[in-house]
């Protein structure tokens, strides 16, 4: 029974409902057989199956057995592999105090002389694992020099290993640090990098999220319709193996190039896409930055078209502000609003001060200048490291116009 309840959990192929019709069927077993040992690796399994279709009710029961199981075994190798999952599911749903305490434990725990368990769920070295969702996590808090020092440790492991699936998504992690710090071209290589890989060793899921990290960053720095194509392609074959995890992250960079482009109907569309999502999906990491794009493009799109129609009666190009329906500023800063109230909730310092930067901005617009600094110095001043990256940067430029 035991080799069952194993085997089944070594057949991970992400949204499978066949392996998920035998991991249910192993669980049972395991059960009945009232072997937690064994059951470990199989509610691993089904988590991680339906990890990648982000389906928020489901996880949550899966993630409440994984952590009871986590409380009553007392076995460290078993115990690094709950603690690793835990700790990327606590990054996805955007509670980062709680990746905090599992990356902890697996540190605790982990020792690099033991032997790996025959059937474990995360190849290689776990602690490489959940170094780089521990990186993830400390970069959004706002911890961004420690964020990237540690994805450089599990990329570290990761090389290591000499186990191309396990650099792959270490790779990933490496790009979602960059690409949190503002360094694009770096973010872009790394997809390259993981692509290729890839592509070498004929991991397919690993291809399609290495071709939306490089789409995402090539959006960023500028080439936009490569950049595009590559998103929209990436998305729809990333959506045809069933798989939706992260699908919003990759959104909002489809969602940058067209802003980019001047689309902005279709920029409002993608984020309106993505945020239907996040309402029903486990990862709502990205949620605030989300609000935050949907709050830029609200007012990108009433200046737009009330240009548009100024152009047409140039008697109404200083009163269309006041008349648009709706009140655009009004709208946007309600986004802007969600946006730090979503990031303050997840204790995500990076996507607040991002928020407030886009906030101080409209507010200066409105000549709100006092509030918009006080408002803005907050955030800034609590940051201690990272002040050379993107967004430490512009909200210091924003603070000297504003004083």
Request: aromatic fraction near 8%; charge should be negative; glycine fraction near 6%.
């Amino acid at each position: 029974m035991r080799n069952g309840c194993d085997q089944a959990a070594n057949q991970l192929r992400f949204t499978d409902n066949e392996l998920e019709e035998n991991l249910q069927h192993a669980q049972q077993l395991c059960r009945e057989l009232q072997d937690e040992v064994a059951l470990v690796p199989v509610v691993i399994g089904l988590t991680r199956l339906h990890l990648w279709r982000a389906n928020r009710m489901t996880l949550e029961e899966l993630e409440r057995q994984e952590e009871s199981l986590a409380e009553r075994l007392t076995d460290s190798q078993l115990l690094v592999q709950l603690h690793t999952q835990l700790s990327w599911i606590k990054l996805i749903r955007g509670k980062h105090v709680d990746v905090v305490k599992h990356y902890q434990q697996v540190r605790t725990h982990h020792d690099p002389r033991a032997r790996q368990p025959i059937f474990s769920s995360f190849t290689g070295n776990p602690l490489g694992t959940a170094l780089g969702a521990y990186g993830v996590s400390l970069s959004q808090v706002g911890w961004l020099e420690q964020g990237l020092s540690h994805v450089a440790q599990g990329l570290g492991y990761a090389e290591e290993s000499h186990q191309p699936a396990v650099l792959t998504f270490e790779l990933l992690y490496a790009g979602m640090v960059r690409h949190l710090r503002g360094e694009y071209d770096e973010a872009w290589r790394l997809g390259q990098k993981m692509n290729a890989l890839a592509r070498e060793y004929e991991l397919p899921l690993a291809v399609i999220l290495g071709t939306l990290l490089h789409g995402g960053m090539a959006v960023h720095g500028g080439a936009l319709e490569d950049g595009i194509a590559l998103l929209t392609t990436g998305l729809a074959q990333y959506r045809a193996t069933g798989a939706q995890l992260l699908e919003p992250y990759f959104l909002s960079f489809l969602a940058e190039g067209y802003r980019r482009q001047e689309k902005v109907a279709e920029a409002l569309q993608v984020v309106s896409d993505a945020l239907s999502l996040t309402a029903t999906n486990l990862d709502v990491f990205w949620e605030a930055e989300l609000y935050r794009l949907k709050g830029e493009l609200t007012f990108a799109q009433s200046s737009v078209q009330g240009l548009a129609s100024s152009v047409q009666n140039p008697q109404s190009a200083s009163a269309w502000t006041f008349h648009w329906p709706g009140n655009p500023q009004s709208e946007a800063e309600a986004c802007f609003l969600r946006a730090i109230e979503i990031a303050r909730q997840q204790e995500a310092k990076l996507l607040e001060l991002r928020a407030t930067t886009s906030l101080a901005r409209l507010w200066q617009q409105r000549r709100k200048k006092k509030e918009a600094r006080q408002r803005l110095s907050e955030v800034y001043n609590w940051f201690t490291e990272g002040l050379d990256t993107q967004d430490l940067q512009a909200a210091k430029a924003l603070l000297a116009e504003l004083s």
